[in-house]
């Protein structure tokens, strides 16, 4: 049972049109109603509904605040406790005094990181990858990102692990009648019952794994270095795709000193924009450091913008760049195509593949469009999966899952190999633990502190 109340600002710090200070816990109406003043009494009011009035100081009965108060009461309620939601005016003054002024009697305490959603999963309302969901959807970096963080908080990733969990467990009862009962086995507990069994459990995990690469992506983003040596655009480039002046751009090569990051969403993709410093040998020492950031970011990147000028031949340097790069994920990009081509196409055609060569002007914005086609049909082949898909995005989710299929793949190993069915029931018996710890029906203590220590204060 939890014991204590506690309180947080749940909006972002800054000036705006409300501030809302979140109170939850056994005592949270009582403790509010002590410094809410209106003509209604909080405490015999129904749930959810919405009261005007002040906060007043009862030591010296100044008004501190004019705000609208919602009671909440548990079990209907984001964490299941009782929960009052003080909505005041928005700026960092306001909302600072009235939730000092509930805090100095020590009735409540300042809430932990990610305590509210804490509670909701320790009182049962949701289990652990619901409320990992909602991190995801806080950090949400693309409309398709939210949708997938809002389908697995509404349950659709614990749904599918409850059912493979439900089917493990009657496996695991069917074991235990056949070993203890051998004689009354009416359903025919055979090893090759148990392959069977396990590898339709192994299948259906093996649909979810197969969505994790797209689904970190979705989650993550794809980390996206443009690279390329001095002015070839790529600094234009960075300010085309954010639609915004965010790097310099001038004639003077060298221009970019360092790696600017933006994120910016293509076609519903999510990318971490790192603009880099011209790839080249200079005695500046400036302009050095900012080439050896440049040549971290590109050994960091899942993808690789590299520019080149269609406006020049080769140079040196572009062809020691292709040697770098012929190993990576890269898109090439033959820039200035709106002057007259002096590039030799061919030679850029032996080095990467044809499909993965787009020709653009920055200048006139021509060509982005294939670009982001390019880019989807690497990652996605082609177009995003159905809206329906529960896609796995989480490592801790993708490590688990790989685990219990692991020890469902020993359990069918086992069975071929003639070994007892008491052993075997050891393999099934440990898969569907781990499927457990992934919902969260068994984890450990330190393990939750580690999930909700990443949430912001006040969630």
Known sequence: MIKDTIAAISTAVGEGGIAIIRVSGPEAVAVCAGYFRSKTDITEVDSHTIHYGHIVDPANGETIEEILLTIMRGPRSFTAEDVVELSTHGGVIAVKRVLELLLRAGEIRLAEPGEFTKRAF????????????????????????????????????????????????????????????PEHDVESMTSAYIRERCGEACQEIERLLKTAA?????????????????????????????QENKAIVTDIPGTTRDVIEEYITLGGIPLRLLDTAGIRETADVVERIGVERSRTALEEADLILFVLNANEPLHP?????????????????????????????????????????????????????????????????????????????????ITLLNHARQSLIDAIEATAMGIPIDIVQIDVRTAWEQLGELIGDSVAESLIDQIFSQFCLGK
């Open 122 to 181: 320790l009182n049962g309302r949701i289990d652990l990858t619901q409320a990992e969901a909602v991190i995801d959807l806080i950090r949400s970096k693309s409309d398709r990102a939210f949708s997938v963080a809002l389908k697995q908080a509404e349950g659709t990733l614990s749904k599918k692990v409850k059912v493979l969990r439900h089917g493990l467990i009657e496996l695991l009862a069917h074991i235990e009648v056949n070993i203890d009962y």
């Open 214 to 242: 797209e689904g970190k992506i979705l989650r993550e983003g794809i980390v996206t270095a443009i690279v390329g040596r001095p002015n070839v655009g790529k600094s234009s480039l960075l300010n085309a795709l954010v």
């Open 317 to 397: 340097d572009d062809r020691q760049l292709m040697e770098q790069l012929r190993s990576r994920q890269v898109v090439v990009l033959l820039n200035k195509t709106d002057l007259p081509i002096v590039l030799e196409t061919s030679e850029v055609e032996e080095w990467f593949p044809q499909e993965a060569i787009v020709r653009l002007s920055v200048l006139k914005e021509q060509g982005l469009d294939e670009l982001e086609n390019v880019i989807s049909r690497m990652f996605f082949n082609g177009e995003l999966e159905s809206a329906d898909l529960t896609y796995v995005s989480n490592v801790r989710h």
